[in-house]
C-alpha cells in the first residue's frame, strides 16, 4: 500500500492541473478569507471565533474542490487509459482504489492543515489589532477546525468512489454539482426531519456550520455518517472496478 | 488445422542465432545485457492458455483458445483485425474476465502474481499515458508503484534512446516515442515475461530494427515475448513460434519455419521425363503444370515428397526447387485472407 499511495502523490505532483487547482484553491481561500477580515465591516463579525465562515468548509467551496480533485483521481485514468499500465504494476484494483483514497485523503488534511494554520493565527491577530467584539475560546475553535479538517478528508474518500463507481469524469462531476447546489437544497422541504441525511447537511453538522441547529445531527454521528456513506461508495468503487478493463 | 508442436528453432535459453545488426543495435544489447542477469524460467512454460473463452453479449470474441508460450522464445500472435488478439493478451494481463477457460503466466493467472511487474511486462496501447505528464515522470509513477529505484527510469530512458526527450510533455512525442516509452515502462521491473501488442507501430525502420534486437537478445537470455503484429514479413524475421487465430480460434501454432516448409507450395521440377513424372504424381492426386521443356511445375507438394515420388519410379531428376510461401502467404491461406478482400492486396 505504501507503494501504491507514493504512486498517487507522483501523480498528482506530475499533473500540473492537478497541482495548480490545489494550490489556487489554497490561494484563494486564503487570501479570500483574510482580506474579507482585514477589510470586513465589525458587524460581519460573528459573536464568537468558531462561526467565523472560513472555519466552516462544509459551506464553502473547498469540499466541492476535494470531491472534484478525487473524481478526477479515477476518471483521469480512465480517460488517458492510465488505469490499464497502472493494473500491470499491480494487480489488485481494491488497494489502487484505498490507495487513491488514502492519498487524496491526505491531501485533504494537508489543505486543511495548511489553510486552518494561516487563518486561524491571522483571525486571532486581526481580531485583537481591530479591538472587534468577537469572543475567541481555544475549545469551540478546535472542534470547528477538526470538523472542518474531517469533512473535506471525507469528501475527498468519497469523491474518489463517485469516480470508481461512474467512471467517466464528465457525468459524475456534472452529477455531483447539480446533487450539491440544486438538487439538495430543493429535497430539505420534502423530507422534512429526514432532510439531516442528506449528504450537504451531514457536512454542515460535522463543520459546526449551523452553530447547535436542532434540526442537524450532533458532530460524532455526522461524523459516523458521513464515514459510513464514504465506506458504502468505496465498497461500491472497488466491485465496479472489478468489471473489465477495455478500451 | 494444421498444428505444429515440435520445439523452435531458438527454444534453448541461449544460442539464438545471431541476426545482423546495427552499431547502435550493438551498443543497446550491451547495455541491456549490462543491465539484466539472465532470465531464470521457474515453470515449464511461460504462457499457458486453456480453453479461454470470451463473450461480449452475443459477440463471441474468443472461442476455446489453447495454446502456449515457451521460454526463450519469441513467439508471435496473428490473426486479422477483430480475431480476439487484443482480447486474449488483456485477458492474459487480468484486464478483462473470461467467461471460460484460464490463462497463467509464469504459472500463474495474472492476478495472484504477488509483484506483477517483475514477472510480465505488457505494452498493450501506447496511448495509454497521461498527454500531460513528462516521459520521465510516467515512468517514476509506475516504478514508484512497483518500488524500484528511480535510477532504473533513467537507464531505460536511455536504453528505448528517450533521455533527451525524458522531461517533454507526452502529448508532444511521436508514436514510436511513445511505442518506445511503453517498451520503457513494460521492462521495468525486469521481466521474464513481455507481452507486447503491436510494439512496431509507429516505429521507424531503425526503431524496427532495434526493436527486433532487443526481443532477440530477451529471448536469448531466457525469457519469453509474445507479440503481436500485423507486420508479417517482419514476424517472419524475428518469432521463433507464432500462434495464428481467427474469429476467436486456434488456426494454427508452432515454429515459423515448420509452418513455413510444411505449407503446400509449388514446387520445380526438372526431369527428362516430364509427362511420366506428371503421370505419377497424377495417380497419387498430386496436382502438376507442364509449362513446357523439362520442366514440371507441381502444386500443393514439398520437394521431399516429389523427389521420393521420382526415386520410387526411378525417373531421372536434374533439380528440385522449392517456391516457399511466405509467412504472408500462409497466414493469409490459414485465415481466408480472400474472405476479406485482401488477396488483392497482398503483394
Same mark, same amino acid.
Given at each position: ?37 482585514? =477589510? ?37 485514468? !480512465? ?58 475560546? =481555544?475549545?469551540?475553535?478546535?472542534? =470547528? =477546525? ?20 461512474? @467512471? ?28 439531516? !441525511? ?9 463543520? @459546526? ?7 442537524? !445531527? ?30 | ?61 474468443? #472461442? ?32 478483462? &474476465? ?9 504459472? #500463474?493467472?495474472?492476478? &495472484? ?6 514477472? %510480465? ?18 515512468? &517514476? ?12 527510469? +533513467?537507464?531505460?530512458?536511455?536504453? $528505448?534512446?528517450?533521455? +533527451?526527450?525524458? *522531461? ?24 521474464? %515475461?513481455?507481452?507486447? +501488442? ?5 516505429? +521507424? ?10 526481443? &532477440? ?9 509474445? $507479440? ?8 517472419? #524475421? ?74 520410387? #519410379? ?6 528440385? *526447387? ?26
Amino acid at each position: 500500500m505504501r507503494n501504491a499511495v507514493r504512486s498517487e502523490v507522483r501523480k498528482i505532483l506530475s499533473t500540473r492541473s492537478m497541482w495548480i487547482l490545489l494550490l489556487l484553491g489554497l490561494v484563494l481561500e486564503v487570501v479570500s478569507s483574510f482580506v474579507g477580515m482585514a =477589510a470586513g465591516k465589525p458587524i460581519d463579525f460573528p459573536a464568537s471565533l468558531d462561526q467565523i465562515s472560513f472555519l466552516h468548509f462544509g459551506t464553502t467551496n473547498v469540499c466541492l474542490l476535494f470531491v472534484i480533485l478525487g473524481i478526477r483521481a479515477v476518471g483521469d485514468e !480512465f480517460a488517458y487509459d492510465t488505469i490499464t499500465p497502472s493494473l500491470q504494476v499491480d494487480a489488485n484494483r481494491a488497494r489502487l482504489l484505498g490507495a487513491k483514497a488514502v492519498t487524496y485523503a491526505g491531501a485533504a488534511a494537508l489543505y486543511a492543515v495548511i489553510a486552518l494554520g494561516i487563518l486561524v493565527p491571522a483571525a486571532i491577530v486581526i481580531v485583537h489589532t481591530r479591538h472587534l467584539d468577537v469572543a475567541i475560546s =481555544a475549545g469551540p475553535v478546535m472542534a =470547528a =477546525a477538526v470538523g472542518s479538517l474531517a469533512a473535506v478528508v471525507l469528501w475527498a474518500a468519497i469523491g474518489v468512489a463517485l469516480g470508481a463507481v461512474v @467512471r467517466h469524469r464528465v457525468p459524475v462531476l456534472v452529477g455531483t454539482l447539480v446533487w450539491l447546489a440544486i438538487l439538495e437544497t430543493g429535497l430539505h422541504g420534502p423530507l422534512k426531519s429526514a432532510a439531516k !441525511f442528506l449528504p450537504g447537511q451531514l457536512t454542515s453538522a460535522l463543520t @459546526r456550520a449551523g452553530g447547535s441547529d436542532p434540526k442537524l !445531527f450532533g458532530p460524532v454521528v455526522a461524523t459516523a455518517l458521513m464515514a459510513a456513506l464514504a465506506a458504502i461508495l468505496l465498497s461500491a468503487g472497488a466491485a465496479s472496478l472489478r468489471r473489465d478493463i477495455t478500451k | 488445422m494444421m498444428k505444429v508442436t515440435t520445439a523452435g528453432p531458438n527454444s534453448a535459453n541461449c544460442g539464438s542465432p545471431t541476426r545482423p545488426t546495427s552499431t547502435r543495435m550493438a551498443s543497446t544489447r550491451e547495455r541491456t545485457r549490462a543491465m539484466s542477469a539472465p532470465l531464470e524460467p521457474s515453470t515449464p512454460v511461460a504462457i499457458t492458455v486453456r480453453g479461454l473463452t470470451k463473450h461480449y453479449g452475443r459477440v463471441r470474441a474468443v #472461442q476455446g483458445l489453447s495454446f502456449e508460450v515457451p521460454w526463450g522464445t519469441v513467439t508471435g500472435f496473428l490473426g486479422p483485425n477483430g480475431a480476439g488478439k487484443t482480447t486474449t493478451m488483456r485477458i492474459l494481463l487480468g484486464l478483462v &474476465r473470461p467467461t471460460a477457460g484460464s490463462t497463467q503466466v509464469a504459472g #500463474q493467472p495474472f492476478d &495472484r502474481l504477488a509483484a506483477p511487474a517483475t514477472v %510480465v511486462g505488457a505494452l498493450l496501447d501506447a496511448s495509454s499515458v497521461h498527454p500531460g505528464r513528462t516521459g520521465r515522470s510516467h515512468l &517514476r509513477i509506475l516504478a514508484a508503484h512497483i518500488g524500484i529505484d528511480d535510477h532504473r527510469v +533513467d537507464q531505460l530512458l536511455d536504453l $528505448v534512446e528517450l533521455g +533527451d526527450a525524458a *522531461d517533454r510533455r507526452v502529448r508532444g512525442y511521436s508514436m514510436g516515442m511513445r511505442q518506445r516509452l511503453g517498451l520503457a515502462a513494460a521492462l521495468l521491473g525486469e521481466p521474464r %515475461v513481455l507481452i507486447l +501488442d503491436e510494439p512496431a507501430n509507429g516505429l +521507424d525502420p531503425a526503431g524496427i530494427n532495434w526493436l527486433r534486437g532487443f526481443l &532477440r537478445d530477451f529471448a536469448a537470455r531466457g525469457g519469453a515475448a509474445f $507479440v503481436s503484429s500485423h507486420l508479417l514479413a517482419e514476424m517472419a #524475421q524475428l518469432a521463433d513460434d507464432v500462434v495464428v487465430i481467427d474469429r476467436g480460434r486456434l488456426v494454427v501454432e508452432g515454429p515459423v519455419r515448420e509452418l513455413i516448409s510444411r505449407s503446400a507450395g509449388k514446387v520445380h521440377a526438372r526431369t527428362p521425363a516430364p509427362e511420366r513424372l506428371r503421370e505419377e504424381l497424377a495417380r497419387r492426386g498430386i496436382h502438376s503444370d507442364a509449362p513446357g521443356g523439362e520442366t514440371v511445375v507441381v502444386l500443393e507438394a514439398t520437394p521431399e515428397a516429389v523427389g521420393a515420388i521420382a526415386a520410387e #519410379q526411378g525417373i531421372v531428376l536434374y533439380g528440385l *526447387d522449392a517456391e516457399r510461401e511466405s509467412l504472408e502467404d500462409v497466414f493469409l491461406a490459414l485465415t481466408g485472407g480472400a474472405r476479406n478482400g485482401r488477396k488483392g492486396a497482398r503483394r
